[in-house]
């Protein structure tokens, strides 16, 4: 079946440092959707990409599309402690139901 | 709105025994979902309803069942817990997917359940 990856699992970063977390789908998807889940929380839709080569930004957040629809990635300009979370992508299966990665677990030092 | 609603929030058993995790939307939601998140595998899904009275099987569906008799709940079962079924349980809701336009199908979940079996 289908399988969603994310690398890496786990990020350490220093305060005002950039972060990125990548996302690969095992089949071509229709869109892909990203979730952000603060510790002892829950998850919370953040965006939804559905071209290929797609990109959206949310402030310091930029959402990329791959060329392929395949793949996919987040990046946060200049971490700040407010972006401690851990970050999931996914993707619609064969049943259009989603798939969730692995997650990105982020941890930002003040 | 209080969105989607889950209980309880904790809860503890012995193997063998079994318990009914509830959830409950008040956004008119078509579709209902129950995951399971473990560490570092992410959201599994366990079981969804695209609609009152039908239910499908997800990824991990075994040693679950699941009933929606009414639009806004969407319940989860254990007949017999395992120390296997040790997790933390979220529900989550959406209108149909869409794929493009404006009906993006996100997800709304709840705070979710912190089981743990013994």
């Known amino acids: 079946g289908q399988q969603v990856m994310q690398i890496p699992q786990y990020q350490h970063v220093q305060e005002g440092e950039d972060f990125t977390t990548y996302c690969n789908s095992s089949?071509?998807?229709?869109?892909i959707q990203w979730y952000k889940q603060r510790p002892g929380g829950h998850p919370v839709f953040l965006i939804q990409l559905v071209k290929s080569g797609e990109v959206k930004k949310q402030k310091r957040l930029t959402f990329q599309f791959g060329e392929a629809k395949k793949n996919s990635s987040l990046h946060i300009t200049a971490t700040q402690t407010t972006d401690v979370g851990t970050y999931f992508c996914a993707g619609p299966n064969a049943g259009n139901m989603l798939t969730f990665g692995g997650g990105t677990r982020l941890m930002v030092k003040p | 709105n209080a969105g989607v609603t889950q209980t309880p929030k904790f809860r503890v058993l012995k193997t063998g025994q079994s318990m009914t995790l509830l959830c409950a939307q008040d956004m008119n939601h078509e579709y209902m979902y129950w995951y399971r998140q473990d560490p570092g595998m992410g959201l599994r899904l366990i079981h969804y309803s695209v609609g009152e009275g039908t239910t499908a099987k997800g990824e991990v569906p075994d040693g679950y069942n699941v009933s929606r008799l009414k639009k806004q709940n969407f319940l989860l079962g254990l007949e017999s817990a395992a120390p296997s079924q040790t997790s933390v349980y979220f529900c989550?809701?959406?209108?149909?997917?869409?794929?493009?336009?404006?009906?993006?199908?996100?997800?709304?979940f709840g705070e979710g359940s912190r089981l743990t079996v013994l």
């Open positions: 989550a809701s959406s209108y149909p997917r869409g794929g493009t336009g404006k009906n993006t199908g996100e997800l709304f």
């Open positions: 089949t071509t998807l229709s869109n």
